[in-house]
């Protein structure tokens, strides 16, 4: 992957359109696509299942799927999401019993396995399992909703998360999530992020080429 990936998310798209909208926003740069999978339970909205990464895959769409699941608990999503053509399966560390059987579960699935940490949740739960991570995502908004505003205690959460992966020299991603737009996203890359997903600030515009452009121009200067 690049060094900065941007991956849009689709809670933000047309979902009439789904395929379109993904197919639009992969030729108009985008490096993954971001799923937001919720459950009414874990988080207080409902979106989707791994019907929808199937109906992607069927569509033709081959670039990166990104799942990051907002569920409760997280094993037989696990399996549907890998069985549906997911490439990145992340989850929060509390929805979830057994943290490392669930890395394992995504990795031997042939996926890259995530971990989520909410606007106030520790990094801790990174302390024995930090091999087996391919992502750390860090939420800057609270889970649930797209189109929140930016919390700006991720920035010194981001320069830890960075702190850890370098001291580690593993090639751990560190990515975003939440109010990403293109009025902030040079700081989030200099507090250590690599990799933004943007909902609002991408299929919240008319050309999604000028808004991908203009995140990576900021990412640039
Ligand atoms: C929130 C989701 C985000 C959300 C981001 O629970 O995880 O991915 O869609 O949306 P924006 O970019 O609009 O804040
Ligand atoms: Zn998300």
């Not at 024995?128 to 391919?134: M, S, T």
């Amino acid at each position: 992957m690049q060094p900065y990936a941007i991956a849009p998310s689709i809670l933000a798209a047309d979902f009439a359109r789904l395929g379109e909208e993904v197919s639009r926003v992969l030729e108009a740069g985008a490096d993954i696509i971001h799923l937001d999978v919720m459950d009414n339970h874990y988080v207080p909205n409902l979106t989707i299942g791994p019907m929808v990464c199937t109906a992607l895959r069927r569509f033709g769409i081959s670039a990166p799927l990104d799942v990051h699941l907002m569920v409760t608990p997280v094993e037989r999503l696990i399996d549907d999401f890998l069985a549906a053509g997911a490439n990145y399966i992340s989850f929060h560390p509390d929805a979830c019993v057994h943290l490392d059987r669930c890395l394992q579960q995504i990795k031997e699935g042939g996926a890259k396995a995530g971990l989520v940490f909410n606007p106030a949740s520790s990094l801790d739960a990174l302390d024995y399992v930090l091999d087996k991570v391919d992502l750390i995502l860090l939420m800057s908004v609270n889970p649930g909703f797209g189109g929140q505003r930016f919390i700006p205690s991720a920035l010194d959460k981001l320069r830890q998360a960075r702190r850890l992966i370098d001291e580690s020299g593993l090639p751990i991603r560190l990515q975003i999530d939440g109010g990403v737009k293109q009025d902030n996203i040079r700081q989030i890359a200099r507090a250590g992020a690599d990799t933004f997903v943007a909902g609002t600030a991408i299929f919240g515009q008319k050309d999604y080429r000028a808004a991908i452009d203009g995140l990576r121009r900021e990412l640039e200067a």
